[in-house]
């Protein structure tokens, strides 16, 4: 029975053999053979009695290599630590375990725009889901341990749901972006990911707070204002696969009882995917430009080039999807298409915000994760770009208003877990990860491994 409220407590309560974490790091190698969870695994783990925790590897960790699942940061160790590596590591009952695996600088639903995708952890031969895929791997993995995670677009939220874990994904602006790799700064939040709501609390109320070093960091308080109504958006839900539907409809009747249920048309929430991937694009564009392979960047190494010849050649090191998103959000940006495109999306994603507001102030909105049952690793290859970024219908509306939300699983679907996600208003952030706490009360998560039990 897996329904321990709080592993941290749990785990920093129990008396652990001398063993204890060599074995693990040995066991996690082993598997990672299998998973590719981890790009890096601290062997120098020296835990007296702390909590593991993982980072994305977008999140600067002090002497471990971080390169954001790109070659074109092949081989950087950064000199720093990340705020929220250094909390958490200040904190003192935590350890840091190890890198994750990621699609390259967070572009990707399904972990697969990577040299070697991670792996779902019910599932060998299917998608771990993305950005955040080692993350969410770990966590399904490992029986004592919490992931930090960051999500642009739903990149903590899909691959949480697609292991069956929890995902919570901060308010912008809640937690410190400084040492995360960009991907889109007005998108970017760092979150984490735990086994349980209580878990995820934790990992938060250390990382959470204001921070010298990035000024976008600034909300104050944290609430925790509980609602009583969940509103299911039809503009999102129609888009839903009926397997998927019909899971969702078994789960909102559990909620029937406590809260009231009611449909909503938001139409605005059906036209998200276009102003996201715009903004998303013109801002990793911009972010990708130092990675010239003169300064940033895999370094080049041949001066005596032409110029065009010289940063054509070290920007092929660069994965088919960031391309794609360099050349796009480029034009974008560019002097004659850019009222067309990205101004329009700027305004969209004014009245996105707007709307959701509103809605936000009277109830939560609550969602399938995915609109899909989860994918075969195969079966992603086959989707064209298109179909894949419509894989985040729900995820995006809540990422570009920057408002809270959470993805905890609530179903097996042939073996594989099936994951809802509940949005808040801004810095109502408490409200949902004890919504989870209670809904694990009557749940029964299951995992394939647990590795590191005492
Ligand atoms: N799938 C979305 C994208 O590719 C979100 C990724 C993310 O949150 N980093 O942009």
Redesign the pocket.
């Known amino acids: 029975m897996e329904n321990m409220t709080s592993y941290i407590k749990e785990f920093i309560g129990r008396e652990k053999s001398r063993d204890y974490y060599p074995e693990l790091i040995s066991g996690l190698a082993a598997l990672n053979k299998e998973y590719h969870a981890f790009n890096v695994i601290n062997d120098r783990l020296e835990a007296k009695n702390s909590f593991p925790f993982s980072t994305k590897a977008n999140i600067c960790v002090k002497g471990f290599e971080t390169n954001a699942g790109s070659k074109m940061l092949e081989g950087y160790v950064p000199p720093f630590n990340a705020t929220v590596v250094e909390k958490l590591l200040r904190h003192g009952n935590f350890s840091f375990l190890g890198v994750t695996n990621m699609d390259e600088f ?4 399904f972990g697969t725009h990577t040299e070697v995708p991670a792996r779902n952890a019910f599932d060998k031969e299917y998608a771990a889901g ?2 955040s895929s080692g993350a969410a791997v770990a966590t399904a993995l490992l029986k004592y341990h919490v992931a930090v995670a ?6 903590i939220a899909a691959p949480a749901a697609l292991n069956g874990v929890v995902g919570f994904t901060p308010t912008y602006g809640a937690v410190s972006r400084y040492g995360l790799i960009d ?1 889109a700064n007005s998108l970017d939040k760092i979150g984490v990911m735990a086994r349980s709501g209580e878990d995820a609390k934790a990992a938060f109320d250390i990382i959470k707070g204001r921070d010298d070093y990035d000024t976008t960091c600034a909300i104050g308080k944290i609430n925790n204002n509980r609602k009583k109504k969940l509103f299911v958006v039809k503009e999102l839900i129609e888009k839903t696969d009926p397997k998927i539907r019909s899971a969702f409809e078994r789960l909102l009747d559990k909620f029937s009882d406590d809260y009231e249920v009611k449909e909503i048309s938001v139409g605005i929430l059906g036209n998200s995917l276009a102003p996201y991937y715009i903004i ?1 694009m013109a801002e990793a564009s911009t972010n990708l430009a130092k990675y010239n392979g003169y300064k940033y960047g895999l370094q080049y190494g041949e001066l005596n080039k032409r110029y065009n010849e010289f940063f054509t050649e070290a920007r092929v090191n660069f994965g088919t999807e960031a391309k794609r998103r360099i050349i796009l959000g480029t034009f974008i940006r560019s002097e004659s298409v850019k009222e067309k495109y990205y101004t329009k999306a700027l305004m969209i994603r004014r009245l996105i915000i707007k709307e959701m507001d509103k809605v936000l102030r009277d109830g939560y909105i609550i969602s399938p994760t995915l609109p899909i049952p989860t994918p075969k690793i195969s079966d992603v290859e086959k989707l064209t770009p298109m179909q894949n970024y419509a894989m ?1 219908i729900f995820t995006i509306p809540p ?1 570009l208003g920057g408002f809270p939300h959470i993805t905890f699983p609530y179903e097996y679907l042939n073996g594989m877990p099936i994951g809802a996600q509940l949005v808040a208003e801004q810095a109502n952030d408490y409200a949902l990860l004890d919504f989870v706490s209670e809904w694990e009360k009557g749940f029964e998560y299951k995992y394939k491994h647990n590795l590191g039990s005492i």
């Open positions: 967070g572009f990707g639903t993305g950005s960051e999500s642009t677009g739903g990149s991907y998303a985040d990422n």
